[in-house]
């Protein structure tokens, strides 16, 4: 996810800023790298053993790398974030889809990282607990109850709990699931998934076989959202394809090695795509007798994922409020905010629409089959700025083509072209049940996609700009931007 800002002109504006403050190109790395990758999807991609290297590779050769570069021109060029990008280069309505969506695609972003905490936090009290839909209800509720709570106070530093995330949450976890994983195959004992060179491609089972790729486009979102920085490196042409293939490099490493060591570890077919990573570790650390670490390895993972939820609560609902209230796309009720400023109608209306949503988990009987099809519609709701954003870059680069720009990317069509294919080949990838659950009703799966995606993604967001009113414009409420 990416934060959003108002656009404060109507015309293209952009160019190095006047006073920077320089940062490495390895910083960048970081940051980017810190902000992209997570062990959240390594159980998902586990269940494909030594596949997994191929299904992480190829997205992040047709996706990530398109989306680094491409918005990196953008950002170096304009101010405002995607909503301006959009607006300028495609239509001020596009500009509000573009927003919306990603807005919308927190409503099931949180329930599905909610859903992986209750599942995580079940090893700490009662592993049974994992595959358990009221238990995971109840989670997602208080949690996001609780965090609407802290944002709507105004609560300063929350990104601070979030900035360790990556240490606490993900590299310290993961480096000491992979070490002893290593150690768990040098003591002898069996692989859980063949790692033959045979098996370096999925098998293929018809389309249904590669539906869990889709995932991975989530995974590698959100590289927008670094793009800022461009203007910050001393010389962006060569240091931020630097920065990026080096952060490629390590979000690559991060992603693959602990769906590896967890495919060593645990079989296929006992994988829990919410649990897998603790299933993994409990796992692993029987074999060393070290099982009282998977509690401690459990509250690692938990804080990082709720200080992450806290960082990202507030930022796109701020950057819709900013926008809607400039351009009247969302009716007053919704643009209100409270003493301390916070937009909380939105986070509160937003909040019972979650809670809808997780009680869904306590209806369907396989917890994980929750967690993937809200994964999926997360995607495509993200999936469909990302296709707007590619297009729009095309028409920018055509319409203002002697702009200033700190960066500029090359072969820019190609580089769209690749993405905007890869994205909607994925968005439309989405409506096909994976083959890890064949077993599934595939009508109602493609229901519940369908109307999470297309209907939140593209309907709401019509009817609200078809109802819109002119007295919902509040044009003296531009100022600020979203935390």
Same mark, same amino acid.
Request: proline share 7%.
């Given at each position: 996810? *990416?934060?959003?800002?108002?656009?404060?002109? +109507?015309?293209?504006?952009?160019?190095?800023?006047?006073?920077?403050?320089?940062?490495?190109?390895?910083?960048?790395?970081?940051? $980017? $790298? *810190?902000?992209?990758?997570? /062990?959240?999807?390594?159980? $998902?991609?586990?269940?494909?053993?030594?596949?997994?290297?191929?299904?992480?590779?190829?997205?992040? %050769?047709?996706? /990530?790398?398109?989306?680094?570069?491409?918005?990196?021109?953008?950002?170096?060029?304009?101010?405002?974030?995607?909503?301006?990008?959009?607006?300028?280069?495609?239509?001020?309505?596009?500009?509000?889809?573009?927003?919306?969506? =990603?807005?919308?695609?927190?409503?099931?972003?949180?329930?599905?990282?909610?859903?992986?905490?209750? +599942?995580?936090?079940?090893?700490?009290?009662?592993?049974?607990?994992?595959?358990?839909?009221?238990?995971?209800?109840?989670?997602?509720?208080?949690?996001?109850?609780?965090?609407?709570?802290?944002?709507?106070?105004?609560?300063?530093?929350?990104?601070?709990?979030?900035?360790?995330?990556? %240490?606490?949450?993900?590299?310290? &976890?993961?480096?000491?699931?992979?070490?002893?994983?290593?150690?768990?195959?040098?003591?002898?004992?069996?692989?859980?998934?063949?790692?033959?060179?045979?098996?370096?491609?999925?098998?293929?089972?018809?389309?249904?076989?590669?539906?869990?790729?889709?995932?991975?486009?989530?995974?590698?979102?959100?590289?927008?959202?670094?793009?800022? @920085?461009?203007?910050?490196?001393?010389? &962006?042409?060569? =240091?931020?394809?630097?920065?990026?293939?080096?952060?490629?490099?390590? #979000?690559?490493?991060?992603?693959?090695?602990?769906?590896?060591? %967890?495919?060593?570890? #645990?079989?296929?077919?006992?994988?829990? /795509?919410?649990?897998?990573?603790?299933?993994?570790?409990?796992? #692993?650390?029987?074999?060393?007798?070290?099982?009282?670490?998977?509690?401690?390895?459990?509250?690692?993972?938990?804080?990082?994922?709720?200080?992450?939820?806290?960082?990202?609560?507030?930022?796109? +609902?701020?950057?819709?409020?900013?926008?809607?209230?400039?351009?009247?796309?969302?009716?007053?009720?919704?643009?209100?905010?409270?003493?301390?400023?916070?937009?909380?109608?939105?986070?509160?209306?937003?909040?019972?629409?979650? $809670?809808? %949503?997780?009680?869904?988990?306590?209806?369907?009987?396989?917890?994980?089959?929750?967690?993937?099809?809200?994964?999926?519609?997360?995607?495509? /709701?993200?999936?469909?700025?990302?296709?707007?954003?590619?297009?729009?870059?095309?028409?920018?680069?055509?319409?203002?083509?002697? @702009? &200033?720009?700190?960066?500029?990317?090359?072969?820019?069509?190609?580089?769209?072209? #690749?993405?905007?294919?890869?994205?909607?080949?994925?968005?439309?990838?989405?409506?096909?049940?994976?083959?890890?659950?064949?077993?599934?009703?595939?009508?109602?799966?493609?229901?519940?996609?369908?109307?999470?995606?297309?209907?939140?993604?593209?309907?709401?967001?019509?009817?609200?700009?078809?109802?819109?009113?002119?007295?919902?414009?509040?044009?003296?409420?531009?100022?600020?931007?979203?935390?």
């Amino acid at each position: 996810m *990416s934060d959003t800002q108002v656009p404060s002109e +109507s015309v293209p504006t952009g160019g190095r800023p006047p006073a920077v403050t320089w940062i490495s190109w390895i910083a960048l790395a970081l940051m $980017t $790298t *810190s902000s992209v990758a997570s /062990l959240r999807p390594s159980p $998902t991609m586990a269940v494909y053993g030594l596949a997994c290297v191929f299904l992480y590779v190829v997205p992040a %050769i047709v996706f /990530l790398l398109p989306t680094s570069l491409v918005s990196a021109e953008l950002a170096s060029g304009w101010s405002g974030g995607v909503y301006n990008w959009v607006a300028l280069g495609i239509s001020k309505p596009m500009g509000f889809l573009a927003v919306w969506c =990603q807005f919308a695609m927190t409503i099931f972003y949180y329930p599905s990282l909610l859903g992986y905490v209750a +599942s995580t936090l079940a090893y700490v009290i009662n592993p049974s607990l994992a595959n358990n839909g009221v238990w995971t209800a109840l989670v997602i509720m208080i949690a996001y109850w609780a965090g609407v709570f802290i944002s709507s106070r105004g609560t300063k530093g929350v990104a601070g709990l979030a900035s360790g995330g990556l %240490i606490i949450g993900t590299l310290v &976890p993961g480096a000491l699931l992979v070490i002893l994983g290593i150690v768990f195959l040098g003591q002898g004992n069996p692989s859980a998934a063949p790692m033959t060179a045979d098996n370096l491609l999925p098998a293929w089972a018809g389309i249904a076989s590669l539906v869990l790729i889709v995932n991975n486009f989530l995974s590698y979102s959100g590289m927008e959202m670094n793009a800022v @920085h461009v203007s910050s490196l001393r010389n &962006p042409a060569k =240091q931020f394809p630097r920065a990026m293939f080096f952060a490629m490099a390590l #979000v690559l490493l991060i992603f693959i090695l602990p769906a590896l060591a %967890i495919s060593w570890v #645990v079989p296929a077919e006992q994988l829990s /795509l919410t649990a897998g990573v603790m299933q993994a570790f409990d796992a #692993v650390f029987a074999q060393f007798g070290w099982q009282w670490l998977t509690p401690v390895i459990g509250i690692m993972l938990v804080t990082a994922s709720l200080g992450g939820m806290l960082t990202w609560l507030a930022g796109p +609902s701020k950057g819709l409020l900013l926008i809607s209230r400039q351009e009247g796309y969302l009716p007053p009720f919704l643009q209100r905010v409270n003493k301390q400023g916070v937009q909380q109608n939105i986070l509160v209306t937003q909040g019972l629409v979650t $809670t809808v %949503i997780a009680l869904l988990y306590a209806f369907i009987p396989d917890v994980s089959s929750a967690y993937w099809i809200f994964s999926v519609i997360t995607t495509q /709701l993200y999936l469909i700025m990302y296709l707007l954003m590619f297009v729009a870059a095309v028409r920018l680069r055509r319409k203002f083509p002697d @702009h &200033p720009r700190g960066y500029r990317a090359p072969m820019l069509v190609g580089l769209c072209g #690749v993405g905007f294919a890869a994205s909607l080949a994925a968005l439309l990838i989405g409506f096909v049940p994976p083959s890890q659950f064949g077993g599934g009703n595939a009508g109602v799966y493609f229901l519940f996609v369908a109307a999470g995606a297309l209907g939140l993604g593209l309907l709401v967001p019509f009817l609200f700009y078809r109802l819109r009113k002119p007295s919902w414009k509040q044009a003296e409420s531009t100022e600020g931007s979203p935390s």
